[in-house]
């Protein structure tokens, strides 16, 4: 990304610089008066107040409990009709065999209200774009609550500093980010070894000086691609093949191939930490390209705010919402919330027709002169017949492998004593390959969630990151004990991570999982170097669009932002 960004920090002594994590995954805003169009659906009484991305917990909400630990008796997060069966392949069957004709026209119909969508509705804010999103609330990966006056997230956790003078900075500020921003360097970030904060983790295994020197080789490569830097999205007018090169290996072949003494056990688990926080992967999966393109984000500096990025998207819904009509004739014109869509395509009159469920299941349909499709490519495949024709997008499509997160919101009745932001939870010191993460899953990291008030007394929550890398997540977290399944899984693991901050389950009020089946695009080796990329990515006939971070297989906020940004400057362009 113009410096890429999305989920990491900074590098003091170069060394915590890999770790911090970020957000994963996965939405942004609008602007300019917009009119009540007498043709506008009738969606009934409305509330758009209610599609807020962030909402308060509720008081009173069923729990039950695990090991003496209260776990609200619900899922948060994705929402899975039927808990499993994918509704997409059989949605499109029409009362009539026919959608219904179009009751209005838009000038751009963005699909999706996640951080790709709203974003695009921003920047397109002069042309009144409408925006359909399937949940109830806007945000995406970035949704958030607040609990006692704590915001947290339910996902993407922070992004990095933007470069001075960048399009992302101008964006942020023009957001008023800054205002409630505070920035996180990852080089004061705790590592969890064994129940224990290990202050010198970095600096390798004492008393082994061949691992001392694989882990000083190691921040000299951090250094060295923090000063030349692999940009994804990659810049058109750049010379990309060293990009291209690094995307054709594996990270963990490449780190290997350049540190002249074998890697340490104890930075081979760092870095597998690292890779199954930050991509839900393993780095012998996971493209060096991509790899060092977050890895080096590192040293940048983080940029945190109240709620993580549900601060962002927050700040994005609150200008939609000003969007909103008057009018009770058209209720929903701009956030129409609940709405599911069904069909994209092309007509021949060079507009593009856009057919959803309304929030009542009623099939309507719109014609707009453009459309952004926000949403992930495994549902965008099955919105699109004009796919077929395109046999290049297919592939690309189907190139794209996503797999699931579970986060844990841990609502403490007072606040931790250290004033950190993200906790490195490596444990015993070892990750296991990807091959065998199905069965050795677990939390990689907890942040801090009233990290960006700054140091205060009273209650905090701490945000842990649950991946897991490995094939059919999905189903991990729709079978019918799911919930039951991860809550037992986390007691059990509970213990040494909050005895590292210095807390224990007395401190706990309340856990709250939060489940994505698809919040992770896997950044694989060749997925750039072979096209997919640039196929993906392609619009069909400048009419429709794609905006999304699986454009590029990078989980990113910044890959969301930019790809905003190029889509509707094409818009503009051909507009």
């Known amino acids: 990304m113009p410096t890429r960004r999305q989920f990491i920090s900074g590098c003091a002594a170069l060394s915590a610089g890999w770790l911090a994590r970020g957000t994963f995954g996965a939405p942004r805003l609008i602007g300019a008066a917009f009119s009540a169009r007498p043709d506008c659906p009738d969606t009934g009484a409305f509330r758009p107040d209610l599609t807020h991305p962030f909402r308060a917990v509720p008081n009173n909400q069923p729990t039950f409990t695990v090991g003496g630990v209260r776990f609200a008796a619900e899922w948060f997060g994705d929402w899975f009709p039927n808990d499993a069966i994918p509704f997409h392949h059989t949605e499109n069957v029409y009362p009539g065999g026919e959608p219904p004709a179009p009751t209005e026209t838009v000038n751009v119909a963005i699909i999706g209200g996640g951080l790709s969508g709203l974003a695009s509705a921003y920047l397109l804010r002069d042309l009144d774009p409408v925006i359909l999103e399937l949940q109830p609330r806007f945000g995406g ?48 970030d705790p590592v969890e070894v064994n129940g224990s904060i290990d202050p010198a983790f970095w600096d390798g295994p004492a008393g082994d000086p061949v691992a001392r020197l694989a882990f000083e080789q190691y921040r000299a490569l951090v250094a060295e691609y923090a000063d030349h830097y692999p940009d994804i999205p990659l810049d058109p007018d750049a010379d990309n093949q060293w990009i291209i090169d690094l995307d054709t290996m594996s990270l963990k072949d490449h780190i290997e191939s350049r540190l002249l003494v074998p890697v340490p056990d104890t930075l081979r688990a760092a870095i597998q930490g690292y890779c199954w926080s930050s991509f839900d992967a393993g780095w012998e999966g996971v493209s060096a390209a991509a790899g060092w393109n977050f890895i080096a984000a590192e040293e940048y500096g983080r940029w945190v705010l109240p709620g993580g990025n549900a601060g962002l998207v927050s700040a994005m ?24 869509a069904i069909e994209v395509r092309l007509l021949n009159d060079g507009h593009v027709l856009v057919v959803y469920k309304d929030r009542t299941g009623a099939f309507r349909s719109l014609r707009a002169r453009r459309a952004v499709v926000a949403c992930p490519k495994h549902v965008a495949r099955h919105l699109l017949p004009d796919l077929a024709n395109d046999p290049l997008k297919v592939d690309a499509f189907s190139a794209v492998h996503t797999a699931s997160y579970v986060v844990a919101n841990v609502l403490l009745s007072r606040r931790v004593r250290r004033d950190w932001y993200d906790l490195f939870l490596l444990r015993d010191g070892n990750f296991p390959p990807e091959s065998n993460a199905d069965q050795a899953h677990r939390p990689t990291d907890a942040v801090n969630g009233g990290f960006a008030r700054g140091p205060h007394p009273g209650p905090n ?11 059919f997540s999905r189903f991990a ?11 037992q899984r986390f007691v059990q693991q509970i213990d040494p991570m909050l005895a590292a901050l210095g807390a224990d389950r007395g401190d706990i009020d309340q856990v709250r999982l939060a489940r994505w089946g698809h919040a992770m695009p896997l950044a694989r080796p060749f997925f750039i170097a072979n096209g997919h990329a640039e196929h993906a990515r392609r619009p069909i006939d400048d009419r429709i669009f794609f905006v999304h971070q699986d454009n590029w297989a990078l989980p990113a906020v910044e890959t969301c932002l930019l790809e905003a940004k190029t889509m509707t400057d094409r818009i503009r362009d051909g507009w």
């Open 141 to 188: 990966t970035s949704q958030g609550e607040t609990w006692r006056g704590t915001p947290f997230s339910l996902g993407g956790a922070y992004f990095i500093v933007p470069d001075e003078g960048s399009f992302l900075e101008r964006f942020y500020r023009e957001l008023g980010l800054q205002r409630t921003v505070r920035v996180s360097p990852s080089t004061d």
């Open 317 to 340: 819904w609150e200008r939609l919402r000003r969007r909103e009509p008057r009018s009770a004739l058209c209720p929903a014109s701009v956030l129409r919330a609940g709405c599911r």
């Open 461 to 471: 929550v701490l945000t842990f990151y649950w991946p897991l890398p490995f094939a």
């Open 477 to 487: 977290v729709i079978e019918p004990d799911a919930m039951t399944n991860f809550a």
